[in-house]
Structure formats: structure tokens, C-alpha cells
């Protein structure tokens, strides 16, 4: 069996940026908080935590220390409320999502109907939608903009790791119905490659795994992107959830890992499936 090992796997660069604000802070002040999971991988959750990090769910559970915002952000008020109550902030949002709310603001001052293309409930899209002063709405496919009134002039920006085809069908479901359409290009490329990467591997193997939390949404989508074009594709967390009966008489096996996924994960996973019998590895991550 051989194993192709995705060169853009395990954490992005804004993941890596908020893991290593986290362990710098709590080096220095032994204790903080995150509001929700600082990522979505339960494993490095658990690790922090063991370090002082203490996800909290709401305001109100922030005890003494400093509270730690997520790579995908906070809504503009959370943050007004925290500064309100003399909370010291540390901010981990990633400079892509960091963008996206900047130009979501830019666009509603600018008088714009805002757009952003995402999951409704997703906390970097509702960190988003906290920065527009006027109308928006949130649509996660080409059906949704339907719901859309005509308006002279529409705006749109995109959860950054929404899929460029997606986004590409909304835009395109957007053009009748307004005079002006502004588009600002909020992808991040850390996930577009990764998503192209895997569905070229995915093309390519007999079975496909896909490392990460099942919270994570990047890794759900890269998921459901392999199973597009791989009905074998298996989303795991660890290596321990692997299954000898998904590998019988395979010749190929693919495996990717989202933006939240430790390299040590990776390294687990693609060991447990090399040592199986007559297993090879043909093309292995830089970064293992
Ligand atoms: S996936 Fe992209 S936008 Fe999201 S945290 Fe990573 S680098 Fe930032």
C-alpha cells in the first residue's frame, strides 16, 4: 500500500500565530482564559488547558488574568464589553480574519447592502457581521441569495475558508441584483491550496483520511470535498480511530489534515498505516 501525505497539512500560520500567543501568555502569567475552545482540536485544547488556559463560555466565567481571542475572532461588542470591564485582552485573531471584518466595516460606511458568504453560525462570520454598521446578511451558497432584496449597491466578502468555487456560484447569483457589486477577495490561500491539494490526492487514491476535529469546520469541508470525488474518505482525530477493514486491498491511501491538526497527530496517523504491511510512503509533508 502506498500513502500520499498532503504537503499543506496540520496548522496554518494564524492557528500556529494563537497556539503560540496562548503559551507565551501563560508562560509569563501562569493563568488565562479563551472564550470557547481557543482551536478545534480537543487534543491541543486539552493540552493548554493542562498549561492554565481556561475556555470559558461566556463574559460572566472570566475569573483574575487575561482573557486570549480566538484566530477566527470576537463580535466588535464583546470586545467593547471586555475593554468596559478593564479585561485585559490578548488578541489572537488571525490578520486574514482581521481583514475581512476591516473590509465588511469599510463596505457598509461606504454604503453598501454587506454580504459575507459562510456558515450563519460559524463565530468568525458572526465576528464579521458585528462590523457592519448597516444592512448584510449571511448566505452559504448561490440558493441563499435569493433571500436577497435588489439593492443598488451590494458588497460581499467571504468567511476566509470558504470554498473559492462557492464563492465564485454567489457572486455570480449576486450580479442581477444590484447596480454595483464590490467584491473583496477574504479567502484565505493557506485553505484554498489545501482544499485544491486534497481533491487532487482524493482523484488520485482508493481510500482518504482527513485529520482533525470534528469541531473544526475546515476540516469537516475538507471532508466533504474529498467525499465528492473519494466515497472512501474518513474523517479521524486520531490515529486510534483508524479501521484495518477501510485499508483491505487498497492500493493508494490519501491523507490530508485541517488548519487546526497537530503535526503530531499527522505523524501518528500516517505511522499507524505505515506500519502495515508492505506500506510506503511515495510523497511526504515538508513539514513532517
Ligand atoms: S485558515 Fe487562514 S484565515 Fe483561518 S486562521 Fe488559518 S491562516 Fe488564518
Not at 439593492?151 to 467571504?158: M, Q, S
Not at 484554498?192 to 469541508?221: F, H, P, Y
Not at 466533504?224 to 477501510?246: A, G, I, K
Request: hydrophobic share 35%; proline share 5%; glycine share 10%.
Amino acid at each position: 500500500m502506498e500513502i500520499l501525505m498532503a504537503k499543506e497539512a496540520g496548522f496554518c500560520f494564524g492557528v500556529k500565530r494563537a497556539v503560540n500567543i496562548a503559551e507565551r501568555t501563560l508562560r509569563e502569567r501562569g493563568r488565562a482564559f479563551s472564550l470557547g475552545p481557543l482551536i478545534h482540536n480537543p487534543q491541543v485544547v486539552g493540552q493548554l488547558r493542562e498549561m492554565g488556559l481556561e475556555p470559558v463560555e461566556g463574559i460572566e466565567g472570566v475569573g483574575r488574568g487575561p482573557v486570549i481571542i480566538r484566530s477566527h475572532g470576537v463580535s466588535r461588542q464583546l470586545l467593547e464589553e471586555l475593554e468596559s470591564k478593564g479585561v485585559e485582552v490578548v488578541d489572537a485573531t488571525c490578520p486574514y480574519v482581521k481583514r475581512a471584518q476591516r473590509w465588511a466595516a469599510s463596505l457598509s460606511r461606504r454604503g453598501y447592502f454587506v454580504v459575507v458568504v459562510g456558515e450563519e453560525e460559524h463565530p468568525e462570520v458572526r465576528a464579521i457581521m458585528s462590523y457592519i454598521e448597516g444592512d448584510g446578511m449571511v448566505v452559504e451558497g448561490p440558493e441563499g441569495a435569493g433571500r436577497i432584496p435588489r439593492r443598488r449597491k451590494i458588497g460581499v466578502v467571504a468567511q476566509t475558508t470558504q470554498e473559492r468555487g462557492r464563492f465564485g456560484e454567489v457572486i455570480k447569483a449576486l450580479l442581477p441584483l444590484c447596480e454595483e457589486l464590490t467584491i473583496y477577495n477574504t479567502l484565505c490561500e493557506v485553505t484554498s491550496k489545501r482544499q485544491e491539494e486534497a481533491l487532487r490526492i482524493a482523484r488520485e487514491v482508493d481510500c482518504m483520511i482527513v485529520v482533525g476535529g470534528r469541531n473544526s469546520a475546515n476540516t469537516r469541508r475538507l471532508a466533504e470535498l474529498c467525499s465528492r470525488v473519494q466515497p472512501r474518505t474518513y474523517h479521524v482525530e486520531t490515529e486510534e480511530e483508524l479501521r484495518p477493514e477501510w485499508f483491505r486491498g487498497m492500493r493508494r491511501v490519501g491523507i490530508t489534515a485541517g488548519a487546526s491538526t497537530p503535526i503530531g497527530t499527522i505523524r501518528r496517523v500516517r505511522d499507524a498505516l505505515v506500519s502495515r504491511p508492505f506500506c510506503g510512503i511515495r510523497r511526504e509533508a515538508e513539514n513532517l
